[in-house]
């Protein structure tokens, strides 16, 4: 914490808190808007710039002792990355924000989405996404991902329902498997790797 923001009797300094006026979208694209935030300091007025997509959703799927992952190939590596399995929550920032416009539950449309990614990627139907976490990606970019577990489905007898371009490969790896290639790097998007083991762990517990 920095020493300004506190005084002499270890209380924080309110004054110095940003608190939010406005904002203004200088750039707005199918998926991503670049917006300006204005904030007041202390009273005065800073801007900061920001990057913005709509939600994601990503999923563990589990059955006994073991863990579904995909193999997919990334056009952004371009190489194959062990993955949770999962995708966007709106398939545009315009249908995102009509969304939050309706003043609806965003985790009630995250529990959709899932639903949808776990049939399309893995060939699965969902009966019932449990909540884990939400992961906010940093401060200057704001891409939410919505963690589900996912213990009760049936197979789907038309298996995945893969997108143009998507080539995915289902693997079922056991928890100590999963456990390892999180921590090896192996699951190369460090967030889901993190959250991963944290849902790992609390299994470990119970």
Not at 59 to 84: A, C, F, G
Not at 108 to 120: P, R, T, Y
Not at 131 to 144: K, Q, R, Y
Request: hydrophobic fraction near 35%.
């Amino acid at each position: 914490m920095r020493q300004e923001t506190v005084t002499a009797n270890n209380q924080i300094n309110m004054s110095n808190i940003p608190k939010f006026i406005k904002e203004e979208v200088v750039y707005k694209g199918r998926m991503f808007e670049v917006v300006h935030m204005t904030y007041d300091i202390d009273g005065q007025e800073v801007t900061h710039e920001k990057s913005r997509r709509a939600p994601g959703t990503r999923l563990i799927i589990t059955k006994e002792e073991k863990v579904l992952l995909i193999n997919e190939y990334r056009s952004e590596l371009q190489d194959w990355d062990i993955r949770l399995p999962g995708g966007k929550v709106c398939d545009s920032l315009e249908e995102y924000h009509e969304f939050l416009s309706s003043n609806m539950n965003i985790e009630d449309k995250a529990s959709e989405g899932a639903k949808k990614e776990a049939l399309e990627e893995v060939g699965i139907v969902a009966k019932k996404p449990n909540f884990f976490s939400i992961s906010t990606c940093g401060a200057s970019v704001i891409w939410d991902l919505y963690y589900f577990v996912i213990s009760e489905f049936e197979e789907h007898p038309n298996g995945q329902h893969l997108e143009l371009g998507e080539n995915i490969e289902v693997k079922w790896v056991t928890k100590e498997e999963a456990k390892k290639m999180a921590l090896n790097g192996s699951i190369k998007e460090d967030r889901s790797a993190a959250v991963l083991l944290r849902f790992l762990n609390s299994v470990q517990k119970n």
